[in-house]
Protein backbone atom coordinates (compact mmCIF):
# COMPACT_ATOMS: atom_id res chain seq x y z
CA UNK A 1 0.00 0.00 0.00
CA UNK A 2 1.14 3.50 -0.58
CA UNK A 3 1.74 5.77 2.28
CA UNK A 4 -1.38 7.78 0.72
CA UNK A 5 -3.75 4.97 1.05
CA UNK A 6 -2.28 4.09 4.84
CA UNK A 7 -3.47 7.53 5.67
CA UNK A 8 -6.70 6.58 4.44
CA UNK A 9 -7.00 3.25 5.39
CA UNK A 10 -6.29 4.81 9.48
CA UNK A 11 -8.81 8.24 8.37
CA UNK A 12 -11.53 5.45 7.93
CA UNK A 13 -10.78 3.72 11.09
CA UNK A 14 -10.67 7.19 13.14
CA UNK A 15 -13.94 7.59 11.53
CA UNK A 16 -15.50 4.17 12.59
CA UNK A 17 -14.30 4.85 15.67
CA UNK A 18 -15.76 7.85 16.41
CA UNK A 19 -18.87 7.17 14.99
CA UNK A 20 -19.00 3.91 17.43
CA UNK A 21 -18.18 6.81 20.29
CA UNK A 22 -20.92 9.55 19.08
CA UNK A 23 -23.80 6.88 18.68
CA UNK A 24 -23.15 5.23 21.94
CA UNK A 25 -22.97 8.68 23.28
CA UNK A 26 -26.06 9.31 22.02
CA UNK A 27 -27.72 6.47 23.08
CA UNK A 28 -26.18 6.54 26.87
CA UNK A 29 -26.34 10.33 27.59
CA UNK A 30 -29.97 11.43 25.76
CA UNK A 31 -31.80 8.29 24.16
CA UNK A 32 -32.48 9.81 21.22
CA UNK A 33 -34.19 8.46 18.24
CA UNK A 34 -32.41 6.61 15.13
CA UNK A 35 -32.11 9.74 13.01
CA UNK A 36 -30.09 11.43 16.29
CA UNK A 37 -28.10 8.53 17.19
CA UNK A 38 -26.87 8.52 13.27
CA UNK A 39 -26.49 12.43 13.20
CA UNK A 40 -24.84 12.56 16.10
CA UNK A 41 -22.19 9.61 15.41
CA UNK A 42 -21.90 10.82 11.81
CA UNK A 43 -20.89 14.83 13.19
CA UNK A 44 -18.57 13.17 15.72
CA UNK A 45 -17.18 11.17 13.07
CA UNK A 46 -16.52 13.98 10.34
CA UNK A 47 -16.85 17.29 12.63
CA UNK A 48 -13.23 17.11 13.10
CA UNK A 49 -11.97 16.93 9.80
CA UNK A 50 -14.50 18.67 8.05
CA UNK A 51 -13.41 21.98 10.78
CA UNK A 52 -9.74 21.17 9.39
CA UNK A 53 -10.54 21.64 5.65
CA UNK A 54 -12.81 24.60 5.95
CA UNK A 55 -10.09 26.25 7.96
CA UNK A 56 -7.17 25.03 5.40
CA UNK A 57 -9.83 26.19 2.64
CA UNK A 58 -10.46 22.89 1.42
CA UNK A 59 -13.52 22.25 -0.62
CA UNK A 60 -15.41 20.33 -0.28
CA UNK A 61 -13.88 19.20 3.18
CA UNK A 62 -13.05 15.09 2.67
CA UNK A 63 -14.93 13.83 5.03
CA UNK A 64 -17.94 14.93 2.70
CA UNK A 65 -16.73 14.57 -0.46
CA UNK A 66 -14.98 11.04 -0.15
CA UNK A 67 -17.95 9.17 -0.18
CA UNK A 68 -15.81 6.33 2.00
CA UNK A 69 -16.04 8.67 5.11
CA UNK A 70 -19.67 9.69 4.73
CA UNK A 71 -20.56 5.69 4.31
CA UNK A 72 -18.42 4.40 7.64
CA UNK A 73 -19.70 7.17 9.68
CA UNK A 74 -23.65 6.78 8.56
CA UNK A 75 -22.82 2.57 8.70
CA UNK A 76 -21.32 2.43 11.95
CA UNK A 77 -23.59 4.87 14.13
CA UNK A 78 -26.62 2.92 12.06
CA UNK A 79 -24.82 -0.47 13.26
CA UNK A 80 -24.54 0.88 16.77
CA UNK A 81 -28.25 2.02 16.60
CA UNK A 82 -29.76 -1.67 15.50
CA UNK A 83 -27.15 -3.89 17.40
CA UNK A 84 -26.67 -1.69 20.93
CA UNK A 85 -27.92 -4.17 23.19
CA UNK A 86 -25.27 -6.85 22.21
CA UNK A 87 -23.32 -3.90 22.18
CA UNK A 88 -24.35 -3.01 25.70
CA UNK A 89 -21.14 -3.38 27.30
CA UNK A 90 -19.46 -1.23 24.68
CA UNK A 91 -20.81 1.71 26.53
CA UNK A 92 -17.80 1.08 29.04
CA UNK A 93 -16.02 1.42 26.34
CA UNK A 94 -16.51 4.74 25.09
CA UNK A 95 -13.61 6.80 26.69
CA UNK A 96 -11.33 3.97 24.47
CA UNK A 97 -12.99 4.33 21.15
CA UNK A 98 -12.68 7.78 22.16
CA UNK A 99 -8.85 7.65 22.68
CA UNK A 100 -8.59 5.60 19.61
CA UNK A 101 -10.17 8.44 17.15
CA UNK A 102 -8.29 10.70 18.92
CA UNK A 103 -4.95 9.00 18.44
CA UNK A 104 -5.58 8.33 14.49
CA UNK A 105 -6.81 11.75 13.59
CA UNK A 106 -4.03 13.41 15.49
CA UNK A 107 -1.85 11.59 12.73
CA UNK A 108 -4.14 11.99 9.80
CA UNK A 109 -5.15 15.97 10.86
CA UNK A 110 -1.65 16.55 11.36
CA UNK A 111 -0.47 15.03 7.94
CA UNK A 112 -3.20 16.40 5.90
CA UNK A 113 -2.28 20.24 7.09
CA UNK A 114 1.52 19.41 6.41
CA UNK A 115 0.49 18.17 2.65
CA UNK A 116 -1.91 21.42 2.14
CA UNK A 117 1.50 23.42 2.96
CA UNK A 118 0.52 24.75 6.34
CA UNK A 119 3.79 25.30 9.13
CA UNK A 120 4.66 23.12 11.52
CA UNK A 121 2.74 25.00 14.20
CA UNK A 122 0.01 25.22 12.51
CA UNK A 123 -0.38 21.61 11.35
CA UNK A 124 0.10 20.79 14.86
CA UNK A 125 -3.08 23.05 16.27
CA UNK A 126 -4.79 21.19 13.27
CA UNK A 127 -4.09 18.11 13.77
CA UNK A 128 -5.45 18.46 17.37
CA UNK A 129 -8.05 20.23 16.45
CA UNK A 130 -8.76 17.59 14.30
CA UNK A 131 -8.86 14.94 16.81
CA UNK A 132 -10.65 17.11 19.45
CA UNK A 133 -12.80 18.55 16.97
CA UNK A 134 -15.60 15.76 16.58
CA UNK A 135 -16.07 15.14 19.94
CA UNK A 136 -16.25 19.41 20.90
CA UNK A 137 -19.69 19.42 18.63
CA UNK A 138 -20.81 16.03 19.87
CA UNK A 139 -20.80 18.27 23.45
CA UNK A 140 -21.98 21.12 22.16
CA UNK A 141 -25.07 19.38 20.30
CA UNK A 142 -25.85 17.44 23.31
CA UNK A 143 -25.07 21.21 26.10
CA UNK A 144 -22.15 19.87 27.76
CA UNK A 145 -19.20 21.77 28.40
CA UNK A 146 -16.59 20.27 25.83
CA UNK A 147 -14.14 17.93 26.95
CA UNK A 148 -11.43 19.77 25.45
CA UNK A 149 -12.12 22.19 28.40
CA UNK A 150 -12.70 20.23 31.04
CA UNK A 151 -11.45 16.55 30.84
CA UNK A 152 -8.33 15.89 32.28
CA UNK A 153 -5.14 15.12 29.95
CA UNK A 154 -7.35 15.16 26.77
CA UNK A 155 -6.02 18.01 24.31
CA UNK A 156 -2.41 17.23 25.37
CA UNK A 157 -1.99 13.40 24.45
CA UNK A 158 -4.01 15.01 20.89
CA UNK A 159 -1.15 17.93 20.44
CA UNK A 160 1.87 14.79 21.54
CA UNK A 161 0.27 12.80 18.98
CA UNK A 162 0.29 15.49 16.14
CA UNK A 163 3.84 16.92 17.81
CA UNK A 164 4.81 13.44 17.47
CA UNK A 165 3.64 12.64 13.52
CA UNK A 166 5.32 16.01 12.81
CA UNK A 167 8.90 15.13 14.09
CA UNK A 168 8.38 11.73 12.10
CA UNK A 169 7.84 13.84 9.12
CA UNK A 170 10.25 16.16 9.35
CA UNK A 171 12.69 13.64 9.97
CA UNK A 172 11.74 12.41 6.68
CA UNK A 173 10.48 8.81 8.72
CA UNK A 174 7.53 8.48 6.34
CA UNK A 175 6.88 4.73 7.43
CA UNK A 176 3.64 4.49 8.61
CA UNK A 177 4.74 2.84 11.39
CA UNK A 178 6.12 5.72 12.61
CA UNK A 179 3.12 8.00 12.37
CA UNK A 180 1.65 4.71 14.54
CA UNK A 181 3.87 4.91 17.08
CA UNK A 182 3.03 9.12 17.71
CA UNK A 183 -0.55 7.79 17.68
CA UNK A 184 0.37 4.89 20.55
CA UNK A 185 1.81 7.87 22.73
CA UNK A 186 -1.26 9.82 22.21
CA UNK A 187 -3.67 6.40 23.23
CA UNK A 188 -1.16 5.83 26.06
CA UNK A 189 -1.02 9.12 27.65
CA UNK A 190 -5.32 9.46 27.08
CA UNK A 191 -5.82 5.94 28.94
CA UNK A 192 -2.71 6.32 31.76
CA UNK A 193 -4.58 9.53 32.48
CA UNK A 194 -8.25 8.05 32.56
CA UNK A 195 -6.49 5.14 34.89
CA UNK A 196 -5.38 6.90 36.89
CA UNK A 197 -7.05 10.13 36.96
CA UNK A 198 -4.21 12.53 36.17
CA UNK A 199 -4.98 16.23 35.79
CA UNK A 200 -3.24 19.11 34.42
CA UNK A 201 -2.61 21.89 36.84
CA UNK A 202 -5.39 23.59 37.62
CA UNK A 203 -6.16 27.24 39.43
CA UNK A 204 -5.04 28.01 42.81
CA UNK A 205 -8.00 30.13 44.43
CA UNK B 1 -39.31 34.14 -14.66
CA UNK B 2 -36.38 32.20 -15.44
CA UNK B 3 -35.23 28.96 -13.13
CA UNK B 4 -32.83 31.21 -11.42
CA UNK B 5 -35.39 33.27 -10.14
CA UNK B 6 -37.56 30.71 -8.86
CA UNK B 7 -34.79 29.79 -6.69
CA UNK B 8 -34.11 33.15 -5.30
CA UNK B 9 -37.65 33.84 -5.27
CA UNK B 10 -37.91 30.00 -3.29
CA UNK B 11 -34.46 31.15 -1.43
CA UNK B 12 -36.15 34.75 0.10
CA UNK B 13 -39.19 33.09 1.01
CA UNK B 14 -37.74 30.34 3.02
CA UNK B 15 -35.47 33.16 4.52
CA UNK B 16 -38.53 35.44 5.59
CA UNK B 17 -40.39 32.35 7.02
CA UNK B 18 -37.25 30.89 9.21
CA UNK B 19 -36.43 34.96 10.12
CA UNK B 20 -40.02 35.16 11.65
CA UNK B 21 -39.53 31.73 13.45
CA UNK B 22 -36.03 32.49 14.96
CA UNK B 23 -37.58 36.16 15.78
CA UNK B 24 -40.75 34.64 17.69
CA UNK B 25 -38.43 31.81 19.21
CA UNK B 26 -36.44 34.73 20.77
CA UNK B 27 -39.48 36.81 21.78
CA UNK B 28 -41.45 33.37 23.01
CA UNK B 29 -38.38 31.43 25.35
CA UNK B 30 -35.79 33.96 25.75
CA UNK B 31 -37.42 37.87 26.12
CA UNK B 32 -34.31 39.18 24.12
CA UNK B 33 -34.09 42.69 23.24
CA UNK B 34 -34.84 44.36 19.89
CA UNK B 35 -31.26 43.30 18.63
CA UNK B 36 -30.98 39.69 20.41
CA UNK B 37 -34.58 39.06 18.31
CA UNK B 38 -33.09 40.76 15.21
CA UNK B 39 -29.92 38.89 15.47
CA UNK B 40 -31.51 35.52 15.83
CA UNK B 41 -34.06 35.76 13.58
CA UNK B 42 -31.61 36.52 11.09
CA UNK B 43 -29.00 33.89 12.17
CA UNK B 44 -31.94 31.11 11.74
CA UNK B 45 -32.59 32.73 8.40
CA UNK B 46 -29.40 32.78 7.39
CA UNK B 47 -27.42 29.97 9.32
CA UNK B 48 -28.16 27.02 6.88
CA UNK B 49 -27.36 28.41 3.66
CA UNK B 50 -24.09 29.93 5.32
CA UNK B 51 -23.04 26.53 6.58
CA UNK B 52 -23.77 25.02 3.20
CA UNK B 53 -21.69 27.36 1.12
CA UNK B 54 -18.94 27.42 3.35
CA UNK B 55 -18.60 23.80 2.96
CA UNK B 56 -18.97 24.02 -1.04
CA UNK B 57 -16.25 26.46 -0.87
CA UNK B 58 -18.81 29.35 -2.30
CA UNK B 59 -16.98 32.66 -1.01
CA UNK B 60 -18.87 34.88 0.15
CA UNK B 61 -21.74 32.91 1.58
CA UNK B 62 -24.74 33.92 -0.68
CA UNK B 63 -26.33 34.99 2.20
CA UNK B 64 -24.06 37.43 3.07
CA UNK B 65 -23.00 38.50 -0.31
CA UNK B 66 -26.82 39.46 -2.05
CA UNK B 67 -28.09 41.78 -0.22
CA UNK B 68 -31.50 40.30 -1.00
CA UNK B 69 -31.18 37.63 1.45
CA UNK B 70 -29.80 39.92 4.16
CA UNK B 71 -32.00 42.47 3.95
CA UNK B 72 -35.41 40.15 3.46
CA UNK B 73 -33.34 38.25 7.26
CA UNK B 74 -33.31 42.46 8.88
CA UNK B 75 -36.68 43.61 7.93
CA UNK B 76 -38.70 40.28 8.76
CA UNK B 77 -36.69 39.82 11.85
CA UNK B 78 -37.39 43.42 12.92
CA UNK B 79 -41.37 43.32 11.60
CA UNK B 80 -41.68 40.55 14.23
CA UNK B 81 -40.20 42.78 17.29
CA UNK B 82 -42.40 45.76 16.37
CA UNK B 83 -45.98 44.09 15.33
CA UNK B 84 -45.32 40.96 17.82
CA UNK B 85 -48.23 41.57 19.72
CA UNK B 86 -50.92 41.93 16.59
CA UNK B 87 -49.03 38.62 16.09
CA UNK B 88 -48.82 36.74 19.35
CA UNK B 89 -51.50 34.55 18.06
CA UNK B 90 -48.70 33.61 15.38
CA UNK B 91 -46.91 32.22 18.48
CA UNK B 92 -48.62 29.08 17.94
CA UNK B 93 -47.75 29.10 14.24
CA UNK B 94 -43.86 28.77 15.08
CA UNK B 95 -43.89 25.28 13.93
CA UNK B 96 -45.92 26.18 10.68
CA UNK B 97 -43.07 28.63 9.59
CA UNK B 98 -40.26 26.22 10.68
CA UNK B 99 -42.15 23.30 8.54
CA UNK B 100 -42.03 25.66 5.54
CA UNK B 101 -38.91 26.99 5.85
CA UNK B 102 -37.51 23.64 6.21
CA UNK B 103 -39.56 22.79 2.73
CA UNK B 104 -38.37 25.60 1.09
CA UNK B 105 -34.74 25.25 2.07
CA UNK B 106 -34.82 21.43 1.49
CA UNK B 107 -35.15 22.46 -2.02
CA UNK B 108 -33.12 25.28 -2.70
CA UNK B 109 -30.05 23.84 -0.75
CA UNK B 110 -30.44 20.51 -2.69
CA UNK B 111 -30.32 22.75 -6.15
CA UNK B 112 -27.00 24.96 -4.72
CA UNK B 113 -25.17 21.63 -4.25
CA UNK B 114 -26.36 20.00 -7.57
CA UNK B 115 -24.82 23.32 -9.12
CA UNK B 116 -21.75 23.50 -7.87
CA UNK B 117 -21.02 20.48 -8.93
CA UNK B 118 -21.62 17.95 -5.28
CA UNK B 119 -22.44 14.24 -6.10
CA UNK B 120 -26.17 13.48 -5.57
CA UNK B 121 -25.49 12.25 -1.95
CA UNK B 122 -23.45 15.09 -1.14
CA UNK B 123 -26.25 17.18 -2.61
CA UNK B 124 -28.96 15.74 -0.95
CA UNK B 125 -27.00 16.05 2.68
CA UNK B 126 -26.30 19.79 2.11
CA UNK B 127 -29.83 20.30 1.13
CA UNK B 128 -30.84 18.47 4.27
CA UNK B 129 -28.18 20.80 6.17
CA UNK B 130 -29.14 23.87 4.55
CA UNK B 131 -33.13 23.04 6.10
CA UNK B 132 -31.94 21.91 9.43
CA UNK B 133 -28.71 24.16 9.78
CA UNK B 134 -30.36 27.38 10.83
CA UNK B 135 -32.49 25.84 13.12
CA UNK B 136 -29.79 23.93 14.98
CA UNK B 137 -27.71 27.51 15.52
CA UNK B 138 -30.69 28.95 16.64
CA UNK B 139 -30.98 26.06 19.63
CA UNK B 140 -27.50 26.00 20.32
CA UNK B 141 -27.13 30.02 21.37
CA UNK B 142 -30.45 29.91 23.44
CA UNK B 143 -28.93 26.81 25.14
CA UNK B 144 -31.21 24.05 23.48
CA UNK B 145 -30.38 20.60 22.37
CA UNK B 146 -30.98 21.15 18.50
CA UNK B 147 -34.87 19.80 17.65
CA UNK B 148 -32.51 17.75 14.89
CA UNK B 149 -31.34 15.62 17.29
CA UNK B 150 -34.29 15.54 19.50
CA UNK B 151 -37.52 16.47 17.43
CA UNK B 152 -39.56 13.20 16.64
CA UNK B 153 -39.45 14.09 12.44
CA UNK B 154 -37.57 16.30 11.63
CA UNK B 155 -34.53 15.32 9.62
CA UNK B 156 -36.32 12.93 7.71
CA UNK B 157 -39.05 15.25 6.13
CA UNK B 158 -35.78 17.41 5.03
CA UNK B 159 -34.44 14.38 3.43
CA UNK B 160 -37.25 13.67 1.58
CA UNK B 161 -37.15 17.18 0.11
CA UNK B 162 -33.81 16.94 -0.96
CA UNK B 163 -34.07 13.52 -2.15
CA UNK B 164 -37.54 14.45 -4.08
CA UNK B 165 -35.57 17.93 -5.47
CA UNK B 166 -32.73 15.58 -6.51
CA UNK B 167 -34.82 12.37 -8.30
CA UNK B 168 -36.42 15.80 -10.28
CA UNK B 169 -33.54 17.30 -10.78
CA UNK B 170 -31.44 13.95 -12.12
CA UNK B 171 -35.09 13.09 -14.43
CA UNK B 172 -34.34 16.49 -15.52
CA UNK B 173 -37.81 18.11 -14.64
CA UNK B 174 -36.61 20.97 -14.04
CA UNK B 175 -40.28 22.85 -14.01
CA UNK B 176 -40.67 24.83 -10.14
CA UNK B 177 -43.43 23.35 -9.65
CA UNK B 178 -41.75 19.59 -9.71
CA UNK B 179 -39.23 21.06 -7.28
CA UNK B 180 -42.29 22.89 -5.03
CA UNK B 181 -43.93 19.18 -5.08
CA UNK B 182 -40.52 17.44 -3.30
CA UNK B 183 -41.15 20.69 -0.90
CA UNK B 184 -44.88 19.65 -0.21
CA UNK B 185 -44.11 16.10 0.59
CA UNK B 186 -41.25 17.48 2.99
CA UNK B 187 -43.73 20.23 4.61
CA UNK B 188 -46.61 17.30 4.67
CA UNK B 189 -44.34 14.57 6.59
CA UNK B 190 -43.02 17.29 8.72
CA UNK B 191 -46.57 18.64 10.05
CA UNK B 192 -48.54 14.82 9.96
CA UNK B 193 -45.46 13.80 12.13
CA UNK B 194 -46.14 17.36 14.43
CA UNK B 195 -49.82 16.25 14.78
CA UNK B 196 -49.94 12.56 15.20
CA UNK B 197 -46.69 13.13 17.08
CA UNK B 198 -44.87 10.64 15.27
CA UNK B 199 -41.36 9.14 15.83
CA UNK B 200 -38.77 7.95 14.56
CA UNK B 201 -37.80 4.36 16.03
CA UNK B 202 -35.93 4.61 19.75
CA UNK B 203 -33.37 3.29 21.21
CA UNK B 204 -35.63 0.10 23.12
CA UNK B 205 -33.52 0.27 26.64
CA UNK C 1 4.89 53.13 10.14
CA UNK C 2 2.53 51.79 7.48
CA UNK C 3 -1.32 51.42 7.32
CA UNK C 4 -0.73 47.73 7.25
CA UNK C 5 1.46 47.83 10.05
CA UNK C 6 -1.33 49.99 12.39
CA UNK C 7 -3.87 47.42 11.21
CA UNK C 8 -1.63 44.48 12.28
CA UNK C 9 -0.71 46.32 15.58
CA UNK C 10 -4.65 46.56 16.34
CA UNK C 11 -5.29 43.16 15.86
CA UNK C 12 -2.80 41.70 17.95
CA UNK C 13 -3.60 44.78 20.57
CA UNK C 14 -7.34 42.78 20.05
CA UNK C 15 -6.42 39.61 20.38
CA UNK C 16 -4.38 40.23 23.61
CA UNK C 17 -6.84 41.96 25.64
CA UNK C 18 -9.70 38.90 24.18
CA UNK C 19 -7.11 36.47 25.22
CA UNK C 20 -7.39 37.99 28.61
CA UNK C 21 -10.42 37.94 29.10
CA UNK C 22 -10.98 34.60 28.27
CA UNK C 23 -8.83 33.44 30.06
CA UNK C 24 -9.88 35.37 33.20
CA UNK C 25 -13.32 34.29 31.99
CA UNK C 26 -12.06 30.52 32.19
CA UNK C 27 -10.50 31.19 35.41
CA UNK C 28 -13.73 33.03 37.50
CA UNK C 29 -16.51 30.95 35.83
CA UNK C 30 -15.34 27.37 35.16
CA UNK C 31 -12.15 26.88 37.33
CA UNK C 32 -9.85 24.76 34.39
CA UNK C 33 -7.14 23.35 34.10
CA UNK C 34 -4.22 24.93 32.08
CA UNK C 35 -5.27 23.47 29.11
CA UNK C 36 -8.57 24.39 29.62
CA UNK C 37 -7.88 28.43 30.21
CA UNK C 38 -5.52 28.33 27.39
CA UNK C 39 -7.70 27.18 25.18
CA UNK C 40 -10.60 28.99 25.90
CA UNK C 41 -8.37 32.47 25.93
CA UNK C 42 -6.96 31.33 22.60
CA UNK C 43 -10.55 30.69 21.30
CA UNK C 44 -11.60 33.95 22.63
CA UNK C 45 -9.06 35.74 21.13
CA UNK C 46 -9.23 34.33 17.58
CA UNK C 47 -12.34 33.17 17.18
CA UNK C 48 -13.87 36.08 15.06
CA UNK C 49 -11.10 36.74 13.31
CA UNK C 50 -11.18 33.22 11.76
CA UNK C 51 -15.17 33.42 11.15
CA UNK C 52 -14.45 36.07 9.70
CA UNK C 53 -12.51 35.34 7.26
CA UNK C 54 -13.88 31.04 6.96
CA UNK C 55 -16.50 33.46 5.82
CA UNK C 56 -14.75 35.82 2.94
CA UNK C 57 -12.65 32.70 1.89
CA UNK C 58 -9.56 34.00 3.40
CA UNK C 59 -7.53 30.53 3.50
CA UNK C 60 -6.07 29.54 6.15
CA UNK C 61 -7.28 32.28 8.63
CA UNK C 62 -5.35 35.42 9.58
CA UNK C 63 -5.12 34.01 13.06
CA UNK C 64 -3.99 30.97 12.79
CA UNK C 65 -1.53 31.89 9.55
CA UNK C 66 0.66 34.43 11.10
CA UNK C 67 2.36 33.05 13.93
CA UNK C 68 2.14 36.46 15.37
CA UNK C 69 -1.61 36.14 16.78
CA UNK C 70 -1.30 32.43 17.25
CA UNK C 71 1.66 33.34 19.48
CA UNK C 72 -0.04 36.70 21.28
CA UNK C 73 -3.28 34.55 22.14
CA UNK C 74 -1.30 31.30 22.99
CA UNK C 75 1.01 33.18 25.54
CA UNK C 76 -1.31 36.56 26.93
CA UNK C 77 -3.40 32.72 28.02
CA UNK C 78 -0.40 31.61 29.80
CA UNK C 79 -0.06 34.44 31.52
CA UNK C 80 -2.69 35.11 32.71
CA UNK C 81 -3.10 31.42 34.20
CA UNK C 82 0.36 31.97 35.67
CA UNK C 83 -0.40 34.68 37.09
CA UNK C 84 -3.62 35.01 38.21
CA UNK C 85 -3.26 35.64 41.84
CA UNK C 86 -1.66 39.12 41.40
CA UNK C 87 -4.44 39.65 38.30
CA UNK C 88 -6.91 38.77 40.85
CA UNK C 89 -8.37 42.51 40.62
CA UNK C 90 -8.17 42.21 37.17
CA UNK C 91 -11.39 39.86 37.39
CA UNK C 92 -13.23 42.86 37.94
CA UNK C 93 -12.27 44.35 34.28
CA UNK C 94 -13.05 41.53 32.53
CA UNK C 95 -15.66 43.71 30.86
CA UNK C 96 -13.45 46.31 29.87
CA UNK C 97 -11.48 44.06 28.69
CA UNK C 98 -14.03 42.64 26.11
CA UNK C 99 -15.20 46.26 25.43
CA UNK C 100 -11.78 47.01 24.60
CA UNK C 101 -11.60 43.85 22.35
CA UNK C 102 -14.84 44.39 21.11
CA UNK C 103 -13.38 47.98 19.95
CA UNK C 104 -10.14 46.84 18.36
CA UNK C 105 -11.97 44.12 16.59
CA UNK C 106 -14.59 46.11 15.24
CA UNK C 107 -11.82 48.17 13.23
CA UNK C 108 -9.97 45.93 11.94
CA UNK C 109 -12.73 43.50 10.98
CA UNK C 110 -14.40 45.80 9.20
CA UNK C 111 -11.03 46.82 7.37
CA UNK C 112 -9.98 43.75 6.87
CA UNK C 113 -13.54 42.58 4.99
CA UNK C 114 -13.52 46.17 3.06
CA UNK C 115 -10.17 45.07 1.66
CA UNK C 116 -11.49 41.57 0.29
CA UNK C 117 -13.55 43.41 -1.69
CA UNK C 118 -17.02 43.48 0.63
CA UNK C 119 -19.58 45.47 0.21
CA UNK C 120 -20.05 48.76 2.89
CA UNK C 121 -23.36 46.53 4.61
CA UNK C 122 -21.29 42.90 4.47
CA UNK C 123 -18.07 44.52 5.99
CA UNK C 124 -19.98 46.33 8.56
CA UNK C 125 -21.84 43.13 9.31
CA UNK C 126 -18.40 41.20 9.03
CA UNK C 127 -16.76 44.10 11.25
CA UNK C 128 -19.46 43.87 14.15
CA UNK C 129 -19.04 39.45 14.11
CA UNK C 130 -15.35 39.66 14.35
CA UNK C 131 -16.09 41.60 17.06
CA UNK C 132 -18.38 39.75 18.73
CA UNK C 133 -17.40 36.18 17.47
CA UNK C 134 -14.85 35.51 19.67
CA UNK C 135 -17.03 36.42 22.74
CA UNK C 136 -19.91 34.19 21.55
CA UNK C 137 -17.79 30.96 20.73
CA UNK C 138 -16.25 31.83 24.15
CA UNK C 139 -19.91 31.64 25.96
CA UNK C 140 -21.33 28.59 23.63
CA UNK C 141 -18.10 26.24 24.88
CA UNK C 142 -19.08 27.36 28.60
CA UNK C 143 -22.80 26.47 28.28
CA UNK C 144 -24.04 30.01 28.40
CA UNK C 145 -26.87 32.18 26.55
CA UNK C 146 -24.05 34.33 24.66
CA UNK C 147 -23.65 37.94 25.39
CA UNK C 148 -24.68 38.85 22.09
CA UNK C 149 -28.05 37.95 22.27
CA UNK C 150 -28.76 38.96 25.77
CA UNK C 151 -26.73 41.60 27.03
CA UNK C 152 -27.51 45.23 26.90
CA UNK C 153 -25.58 47.54 24.55
CA UNK C 154 -23.52 45.13 22.62
CA UNK C 155 -23.77 44.40 19.32
CA UNK C 156 -24.89 47.84 18.52
CA UNK C 157 -21.74 49.42 19.67
CA UNK C 158 -19.47 46.93 17.58
CA UNK C 159 -21.82 47.66 14.75
CA UNK C 160 -21.33 51.69 15.28
CA UNK C 161 -18.02 51.08 15.76
CA UNK C 162 -17.93 49.17 12.24
CA UNK C 163 -20.06 51.77 10.84
CA UNK C 164 -17.81 54.38 11.66
CA UNK C 165 -14.67 52.91 10.48
CA UNK C 166 -16.56 52.68 7.34
CA UNK C 167 -17.42 56.16 6.88
CA UNK C 168 -13.69 56.77 7.43
CA UNK C 169 -12.68 54.43 5.07
CA UNK C 170 -15.14 55.91 2.81
CA UNK C 171 -14.19 59.42 3.36
CA UNK C 172 -10.67 58.11 2.41
CA UNK C 173 -9.23 59.61 5.90
CA UNK C 174 -6.71 56.09 6.45
CA UNK C 175 -5.15 57.90 9.10
CA UNK C 176 -5.01 55.44 12.18
CA UNK C 177 -6.40 58.14 14.50
CA UNK C 178 -9.78 58.16 12.58
CA UNK C 179 -10.27 54.71 12.97
CA UNK C 180 -9.45 55.05 16.49
CA UNK C 181 -12.06 57.43 16.87
CA UNK C 182 -14.49 54.91 15.60
CA UNK C 183 -12.97 52.19 17.82
CA UNK C 184 -13.47 54.45 20.95
CA UNK C 185 -16.94 55.07 20.12
CA UNK C 186 -17.75 51.96 20.42
CA UNK C 187 -15.58 51.63 23.77
CA UNK C 188 -17.50 54.61 24.94
CA UNK C 189 -20.86 53.85 24.24
CA UNK C 190 -20.16 50.02 25.38
CA UNK C 191 -18.54 50.98 29.16
CA UNK C 192 -21.49 54.07 29.60
CA UNK C 193 -23.53 51.04 28.86
CA UNK C 194 -22.49 48.63 31.39
CA UNK C 195 -22.09 51.47 33.44
CA UNK C 196 -25.73 53.05 33.44
CA UNK C 197 -27.26 49.42 32.81
CA UNK C 198 -28.63 51.31 29.49
CA UNK C 199 -30.60 48.61 27.33
CA UNK C 200 -31.91 48.40 23.93
CA UNK C 201 -35.61 48.19 23.42
CA UNK C 202 -37.18 44.68 24.70
CA UNK C 203 -40.41 43.22 23.93
CA UNK C 204 -43.36 44.65 25.73
CA UNK C 205 -45.07 41.36 26.78
Same mark, same amino acid.
Given at each position: ????? !??????? =? +???? %?? *?? $?? /? @? #??? &???????????????????????????????????????????????????????????????? !??????? =? +???? %?? *?? $?? /? @? #??? &???????????????????????????????????????????????????????????????????????? +?????????? /?? #??????
Amino acid at each position: MSATD !WLVLLSL =A +GTAV %FA *IN $GA /L @T #AIQ &AARLDIVGVITLGTITALGGGVLRDVLLGIHPPEGLADWRFLVTALVASALVFMVHKPLARLVR !WVTVFDA =A +GLSL %FS *IT $GT /L @T #ALH &AGASPLLSIILGATTAVGGGTFRDLLTSRVPQILTSDLYAIPALLGAGGTWVFWALGWHHPLAYLAAGAACF +GLRMVGVRYK /LH #APRVQV
